[in-house]
């Protein structure tokens, strides 16, 4: 069974730090990997997806990074701005499933 | 339609009663996954249709769970003699198909269990 794990559960930087969120799962058979974001009270909102066969995926400030044979991915947010904060989770697609397996995610507090 | 939607945002009942989670996907999206996710807790796998057609209900937590999806569309989520155990926000996700990438989320139902 695929376990998701991210570290840390929660972080808290000022304003225009970078942030480095991981996520590592521990079957390397994956489809792919995504990144989501969720505000309180809302759904997830998709921010990356990486391909198994791919290393990385950019999108303005975002920046995740996938190593499937170590079982890590990463995602990076340059430049943090207050209205980064939000919870992230890592999902992860099994090679030979459709369902995801999601981490517990990372509580992210950008102070102004 | 624009994105997921979802019905009822909240939803109050008390234990014993049956209730109603609806699910409108993405026009076009064949994929439709059922989530739920508990206070403190991860997402948690419930069913997965693909179609009409419902190839793994593995994470129905009971038989007082159950789901049906018509016309490749609209699904409904039903849970039987709520328990306070059932308490959560119910989240439904599309995507374009078995193949496809991007799970695009619905905003949630709360559920509320009294």
């Known amino acids: 069974k695929q376990e998701v794990t991210q570290i840390p559960a929660a972080l808290s930087v000022p304003e225009g730090e970078n942030l480095v969120l991981n996520c590592s799962f521990t079957?390397?058979?994956?489809?792919?990997l995504q990144w989501f974001r969720q505000d309180p009270g809302k759904g997830l909102t998709s921010l990356l997806l990486?391909?198994?066969?791919?290393r990385e995926q950019t999108s303005g400030r975002l920046n995740a990074s996938l190593d499937k044979s170590s079982g890590r991915s990463t995602l990076y947010i340059a430049a943090s701005q207050p209205g980064d904060s939000a919870t992230y989770l890592c999902a992860v697609r099994p090679a030979n499933d459709y369902k995801l397996s999601f981490g517990a995610g990372t509580t992210v507090t950008v102070r102004a | 339609g624009a994105g997921v939607s979802q019905s009822p945002s909240n939803k109050v009942t008390e234990k014993g009663k049956d209730v109603e989670l609806r699910c409108d996907p993405i026009?076009?999206?064949?994929?439709l996954y059922w989530y739920r996710q508990s206070l403190g807790q991860g997402l948690e796998f419930l069913i997965y249709f693909q179609g009409n057609s419902a190839p793994d209900k593995s994470g129905l937590p009971s038989d007082r769970f159950s789901a049906e999806r018509t016309g490749g569309s609209v699904s409904t989520l039903t849970i039987q003699r709520t328990q306070q155990e059932d308490s959560a926000v119910y989240l439904c996700?599309?995507?374009?198909?078995?193949?496809?990438?991007?799970?695009?989320f619905g905003s949630g139902t709360q559920l509320s269990v009294l």
């Open positions: 079957d390397s058979a994956i489809y792919n």
């Open positions: 990486i391909q198994s066969s791919q």
């Open positions: 026009s076009g999206h064949t994929a």
């Open positions: 996700a599309s995507s374009s198909g078995p193949s496809a990438g991007k799970l695009f």
